[in-house]
């Protein structure tokens, strides 16, 4: 089983629909998880994170935790085209050091 | 506030070749980390340097790959000799500190191997 799971895609949404990123993890000690975009050709930049059960937003972000389930999502809200991108779901495994998922690439179709 | 900076951008080498890349971290994040991604997977951790001393080196291939911090600031890795299946994005990474788990990531050096 890999440490942090995320489906690959591609996740196709229509312009102005909400787009719902999965994220589960194995490791019940993790304690902090982020999220990070990262367009084609360049380095993963961060969304948000979270380090308690239930929601948190960002503008028309909103990551939701349940360490019950080990399940981390990240929501966004009216998708637009240059939302676009893979979104890396990563967990803290301890001595502050992130794993990460392999991503899951969000299509969003004008 | 300056980013993570990290040179080169793109090295294309041979195999059994060597090559290092250079990463200055964020002013004052005294946490560093080297990432590799290869295509189609997301970044994996080859080493954390807390100042100038290493935390966590236990995924780095230590018979190619070396890496140093030597006065807690800018980090070089090294790889030598290379593989093919050395191909990837090094990623650079820094933390402020002890208060806080976000990193911040560099642009990255892509590596090819032939």
């Known amino acids: 089983q890999k440490e942090v799971e995320q489906n690959s895609g591609p996740l196709s949404v229509p312009e102005g629909a909400i787009a719902s990123l999965n994220c589960t993890y194995s490791d019940r000690g993790s304690q902090s998880f982020f999220w990070y975009r990262q367009y084609s050709g360049k380095s993963p930049e961060l969304i948000m994170f979270i380090y308690s059960n239930g929601d948190k937003e960002d503008g028309r972000f909103t990551a939701q935790l349940n360490k019950a389930s080990q399940y981390v999502s990240l929501l966004i809200r009216d998708s637009q085209p240059s939302d676009s991108a893979t979104y890396l779901c990563a967990v803290n495994t301890g001595r502050r050091a992130l794993t990460f998922g392999s991503g899951t690439r969000l299509q969003v179709q004008p | 506030e300056a980013g993570v900076a990290q040179s080169p951008r793109y090295k294309i080498i041979e195999k059994r070749q060597s090559v290092a890349f250079w990463c200055n971290p964020i002013?004052?994040?005294?946490?560093l980390y080297w990432y590799q991604q290869i295509l189609g997977q997301g970044p994996k951790l080859l080493i954390q340097f807390q100042n100038n001393g290493v935390v966590d080196d236990s995924q780095l291939p230590k018979d190619r790959f070396s890496a140093e911090r030597l006065k807690g600031v800018d980090s070089t890795l090294k790889i030598q000799p290379a593989k093919l299946e050395d191909s990837a994005v090094y990623l650079c990474?820094?933390?402020?500190?002890?208060?806080?788990?976000?990193?911040?990531f560099g642009p990255g050096t892509r590596l090819t191997v032939l």
């Open positions: 990474a820094s933390r402020a500190g002890q208060s806080t788990d976000t990193q911040y």
């Open positions: 002013s004052g994040h005294a946490t």
